[in-house]
């Protein structure tokens, strides 16, 4: 079983820089798809980005040319860069593993406790 443990998120103004991280307890990592989802008060969690274990990523379309999504898989981590920050990015951030990118419906671990982004207008 693959733990994966969600750290970095904060309280931010709009327009601010957030950059949150994914560790993983595998050895095996680097062969993970690994995506970021995000669940608001009152929502259903949606995806936000995934990154394949080559680099290749996905984007939901409220986050593209804000948010990076990369890896480092010496460090088994996964990383989301924020960026100009808007208030209705205002959830908790979880991460877990894909088979593909595309398969962002069909997450396949167990939901973390994920970490809470705040940004205040």
């Known amino acids: 079983q693959v733990e994966l443990v969600e750290s970095g998120g904060a309280l931010v103004q709009a327009g601010g820089s957030l950059r949150l991280s994914c560790a993983a307890s595998?050895?095996?990592?680097?062969?993970?798809?690994i995506a970021w989802y995000r669940q608001a008060p009152g929502s259903e969690r949606e995806f936000v980005a995934a990154?394949?274990?080559?680099?290749?990523?996905n984007y939901a379309e409220s986050v593209k040319g804000r948010f990076t999504i990369s890896r480092d898989n010496g460090k088994n981590t996964v990383y989301l860069q924020m960026m100009s920050l808007k208030p209705e990015d205002t959830a908790v951030y979880y991460c877990?593993?894909?088979?593909?990118?595309?398969?962002?419906?069909?997450?396949?671990?167990?939901w973390g406790q994920g970490t809470q982004v705040t940004v205040s207008s």
């Open positions: 595998a050895s095996t990592f680097s062969v993970f798809v």
């Open positions: 990154i394949s274990t080559g680099g290749t990523t």
């Open positions: 877990n593993r894909l088979i593909v990118i595309t398969s962002v419906n069909y997450p396949l671990a167990s």
